[in-house]
């Protein structure tokens, strides 16, 4: 027997930190990331300070970070949350200090939101939300300015004729502009440079200096005020991705109408309303909080949760989420979860922490950048150093050349090109009810050439109804052995043992030392008496079976019904036959599994020709049964053997070594029980297979896109690298394109949000 709620060992999922590699590689410095619409505190180590980081950005820059902190004596733990732009630092009161200023130095600004007491600091404030028009406004005027003053330089340049005067003004204009536009990339830049490395600041600090001290005025003015501004749009449209799972925190509404003791009812603030409380909704309202329907019955649109196109009926006992949309009456329901713990709020969360992973192209991609950019720089030194003497070029023209170099050399189009894919993918996903636990398993899910699935609650409903029973002692009463069988079916939460227990209507009779026997059934005891419910394979062991109740077992086996005996240590007492109805998409999704080049396989505890008929009606060639939970493990085993990468798709503790060992684990998260939220490489939120092949495909297409973007990115670089060299490109054309590769792949990776549905 399984248990729903159980699927695997508790494992943290991994979060690896940017690795050293990349810090040649940010992409500047409002590009990669985005402010959360609030700050997750339930993870900062007790004692700790919470710091805001307005401009820590991305991995790279809290590497940067990291490093600034590494020779402070009296730090002894880091934290980030790079969706909310937060650092938790565990130190000691006296090294507040220094490490406060190591973190100054490194060209960022600590603002404090607690005390060493968990308290909200003075003068803390909960962390923005994400910029909107009017922020991006009062940027954009400003940068527009500098924009304007470096075109006036052009023209100055261009136009007027040459004089000390007209001179003095280029140079002015050209110096307003960079001011107006360049002053946070000089703090960063130069900060990077004192501690001897090469991100995208600092070879624009170089780039922007070195064309300002040759005399190149209005092109220095031009590079700064096209790169600012590319920035800004490049951080909006980057956000756009970072923040989509942060629209579905809206979904859910600030205020509830809750009872109150005399029977009244006052609305409330939802994160105040306390577990246990009754809260109504009225038609065309959503669901403020989690929770059981305790009265009316209604449709519920769960889209916004599960990605269920179909809105589905609710009565009382039926579970409620927040932030869907009650369609048709007036329902009651007792809150289940706070308004920080509801499944809507662990959605968010658990997407917010997989977008914080590195997945296997991004770390490609760091290592990639942090070899180039430092050769490219190497090279534009050489150029500067050795052109005038090998080619004959002017000083000046081979410092120009030098200096384009460098524009060309900042990765921020290859470094960014890899993560604004993978949250876009992760994003559109989480609207789908698909959870993905990381980058990792996205891409990974593309290699799967066999997913084995469990068949109770997975293949099928889960919800097996009795149609047959039988009393097998002659000598037995039929009420006492019924009311002892739905007893002992009672204390197990396996759907078999409900329905069995729910199917039989007897009073309920007590019975002591219980316990599972994994992939066989419960034994318990009942007045002194030991008793076994379990499978077919079970009453085997017992040495219980016979001819004639083989054949019996045999015809119910053959009509794909699952037969559970109740048996005590002489003799069977009884027969209860259960049948499990397939799912609607079980059919469909082995299809479309098929379809994609995937095998299907069936492995389930149950008796084989069970498990047959009910693979047959599905659609599975490969069926597997009377399978334990060690042999689930060896079947999975043999799948890797057999196809290369298998996937496991299950909902019960029997699951939980084949889970653990497939490539990808998949589970029926049914709405999001605990277990499954926190366990799964990918949770199916509504429980439909065709969630599986549909994650394969968004597998397969968020790698092509991945590709696409990093063959953008390079071919662009390359083609003004030779254009720098032996051609005519311009310092401020090289920027532009640089900036305009970045928007290209920006727009390409956000094309994933707009992933096809399948219903």
């Keep these: 027997m399984t248990n729903q709620n159980a699927l695997k060992p508790m494992a943290p999922h991994p979060h690896p930190h940017a690795p050293a590699a990349a810090e040649t590689a940010c992409c500047g410095s409002t590009a990669c990331g985005s402010p959360a619409a609030s700050i997750h505190t339930a993870d900062i180590p007790k004692g700790a ?41 565990t130190v000691d009161d006296s090294a507040v200090s220094g490490a406060l200023d190591a973190i100054r130095k490194a060209g960022f600004k600590p603002e404090p939101l607690n005390d060493s007491t968990g308290s909200p600091a003075a003068g803390a404030q909960a962390a923005p939300a994400p910029a ?3 922020g991006m406004s009062s940027g954009l005027v400003r940068l527009i ?3 304007v003053l470096a075109i006036a330089a052009e023209a100055v340049s261009f136009l007027a004729p040459e004089g000390a005067g007209f001179m003095a003004a280029e140079m002015g204009l050209a110096l307003a502009a960079i001011a107006l536009a360049g002053l946070d990339t000089y703090k960063k830049g130069f900060a990077a440079l004192l501690r001897g490395r090469l991100n995208i600041n600092a070879l624009m600090a170089v780039a922007v200096t070195g064309a300002f001290l040759i005399g190149q005025w209005p092109e220095a003015a031009m590079v700064m005020a096209l790169y600012a501004i590319a920035e800004l749009i490049e951080a909006r449209a980057v956000d756009r991705a970072r923040n989509a799972i942060q629209g579905l925190l809206a979904l859910a509404p600030e205020l509830a109408e809750v009872r109150q003791p005399d029977g009244s009812w006052k609305t409330a603030k939802a994160d105040a309303v306390a577990l246990g409380a009754i809260v109504r909704i009225r038609p065309g309202e959503r669901v403020p909080l989690d929770g059981v329907v305790t009265e009316g019955a209604s449709a519920i649109d769960q889209a916004p949760v599960t990605g269920e196109s179909i809105p589905v009926d609710k009565s009382a006992g039926d579970p409620v989420f927040a932030g869907t949309i009650n369609q048709t009456a007036a329902l009651e329901f007792r809150v289940t979860a706070v308004a920080a713990n509801t499944t809507l709020a662990r959605i968010i969360h658990a997407v917010e922490e997989a977008q914080g992973t590195r997945a296997p192209t991004q770390r490609f991609v760091d290592r990639f950048a942090a070899v180039y950019t430092p050769a490219v720089f190497v090279l534009a030194i050489a150029i500067a150093a050795l052109s005038p003497w090998l080619m004959g070029w002017s000083w000046t023209e081979a410092i120009y050349k030098a200096l384009v170099l460098l524009v060309i050399a900042c990765p921020c189009a290859l470094v960014i090109s890899t993560p604004v894919t993978v949250v876009s993918a992760l994003a559109s996903a989480a609207r789908r009810g698909i959870l993905i636990k990381g980058g990792t398993y996205l891409e990974e899910a593309r290699k799967l050439k066999a997913v084995a699935l469990d068949k109770t609650g997975t293949i099928t409903e889960g919800k097996p109804k009795l149609v047959a029973s039988r009393l097998l002692d002659p000598a037995g009463d039929e009420d006492v052995v019924f009311a002892i069988a739905a007893s ?5 939460d396996h759907p078999v043992s409900k329905a069995i227990a729910e199917g039989l209507k007897r009073e309920r009779q007590p019975v002591g030392d219980f316990a599972a026997l994994p992939g066989r059934g419960v034994q318990a005891t009942h007045e002194g008496r030991s008793y076994v419910l379990g499978n077919h394979r079970l009453i085997e062991e017992q040495g219980l079976c016979s001819p004639a109740l083989e054949a019996e077992l045999k015809q119910h086996e053959e009509a794909g019904r699952t037969v559970t005996l109740l048996a005590s240590g002489q003799a069977v007492l009884a027969l209860f036959a259960v049948a499990d109805t397939i799912k609607p998409s079980s059919q469909a999704a082995m299809a479309e599994l098929r379809a994609l080049g995937v095998t299907p396989v069936m492995l389930t505890g149950d008796n084989a020709a069970t498990a ?33 990468m298998a996937g496991m798709a299950g909902d019960g ?11 990808i684990g998949f589970a029926m998260g049914g709405a999001g029980t605990d277990t499954a939220m926190e366990a799964a ?3 199916i939120m509504n429980d439909d297979l065709r969630r599986l092949p549909e994650t394969i495909r968004l597998s397969r297409r968020a790698h092509a896109v991945l590709w696409q973007n990093i063959t953008l990115a390079l071919g662009i670089k390359a083609v003004f690298f030779v254009l720098a060299v032996f051609g005519s490109a311009t310092m401020w054309m090289a920027v532009f394109a640089d900036m305009g590769a970045s928007l290209l792949v920006v727009a390409n990776g956000l094309r994933l949000m707009r992933s096809p549905k399948t219903d």
């Design 49 to 89: 300070l919470l710091f805001r980081i307005p401009t820590m950005d991305c991995a790279v820059e809290e590497s940067e970070i990291r490093r600034a902190l590494e020779p402070v004596a009296g730090v002894r733990g880091l934290r980030f949350r790079l969706g909310e732009r937060t650092m938790a630092i």
């Design 132 to 134: 909107g028009i009017a």
């Design 145 to 147: 300015a500098a924009l």
């Design 488 to 492: 002992i079916a009672g204390r197990s």
């Design 612 to 644: 047959r008929a009910i693979g047959m009606h599905a659609g599975i060639d490969d069926v597997r049964g009377n399978l334990l939970p060690e042999e689930k493990l060896d079947a999975i085993k043999a799948l890797q053997q057999r196809h290369g």
């Design 653 to 663: 503790i029997n699951d939980a070594p084949a889970l653990a060992q497939a490539d």
């Design 681 to 683: 490489d990918v949770v």
